[in-house]
């Protein structure tokens, strides 16, 4: 490992950074077999109860934390719940908004466009994986006397740190499903969180069915 070398800027540490540069022919091959592999990650509705190791889901977590953020602010909580009647609880509820909107929020174009995906008002899969990841945005932060610091870019900096933990967790051999009921105060209230956190996205993490069976989808190619 070359020595780290560290210098100030404008009062604040910094560190050198090295990086490990690759042959042209290494770097294209390389970044070919990442697509590839990630181009086999899909969302999936049915899962299995094996249970995943708690140090599995810990280290998905502390992978997404390495996300960017406006001016490192990290405005993200990661809320992992294995607890079955918590589960239970939280579908009750999500099922409970879902039908409101399949019944009466959503148009009958989104519900056309939908139907590829064979969804609908029931969520099972928040009771039958292993684990579910809520991911709350901290609007701001609290300091010890209540003051409010502001955070910057938090639904940008949330949104890269979920599309490096749904990575991650296909990284594990494990899957899962973005799952955003709305409204999703009710996961705040559910989890007791902060004033200062809103509910961002809900994952169900775990083994998929078998066999299971996806939508046969086509992605975008670089044309668009």
């Known amino acids: 490992m070359p020595k780290e070398h560290t210098i100030e800027i404008d009062g604040h540490r910094h560190v050198s950074f090295?990086?490990?540069?690759?042959?042209?022919?290494?770097?294209?091959?390389?970044?070919?077999?990442?697509y590839q592999w990630l181009d086999t990650r899909r969302s999936v509705r049915e899962f299995t109860s094996e249970p995943v190791a708690k140090a599995v889901i810990e280290n998905i977590i502390k992978s997404a934390s390495t996300?960017?953020?406006?001016?490192?602010?990290?405005?993200?909580?990661?809320?992992?719940?294995?607890?079955?009647l918590l589960k239970k609880q939280i579908r009750?509820?999500?099922?409970?908004?879902?039908?409101?909107?399949?019944?009466?929020?959503?148009?009958?174009?989104?519900?056309?466009?939908?139907k590829p995906m064979a969804t609908n008002m029931y969520k099972p899969?928040?009771?039958?994986?292993?684990?579910?990841?809520?991911?709350?945005?901290?609007?701001?932060?609290?300091?010890?006397?209540?003051?409010?610091?502001n955070n910057y870019y938090v639904n940008e900096s949330v949104g890269i740190a979920c599309g490096m933990l749904i990575t991650a967790i296909h990284n594990a051999g494990l899957v899962t499903l973005t799952h955003t009921p709305s409204p999703m105060n009710f996961l705040t209230n559910i989890l007791n969180r902060p004033k200062n956190e809103r509910a961002y996205l809900l994952l169900p993490v775990g083994y998929p069915k078998q066999p299971v069976y996806v939508p046969d989808l086509e992605r975008k190619g670089l044309d668009g």
């Open 18 to 34: 090295q990086l490990d540069r690759l042959e042209p022919a290494a770097m294209a091959a390389k970044s070919e077999a990442f």
């Open 67 to 84: 996300a960017p953020s406006g001016a490192h602010k990290q405005p993200w909580t990661f809320c992992a719940i294995s607890d079955p």
């Open 125 to 149: 899969f928040l009771e039958e994986a292993p684990w579910l990841i809520i991911v709350c945005k901290r609007a701001y932060e609290l300091d010890a006397e209540g003051n409010k610091h």
């Open 92 to 114: 009750i509820a999500a099922e409970a908004e879902e039908k409101e909107s399949y019944e009466s929020r959503m148009s009958e174009r989104w519900k056309d466009d939908l």
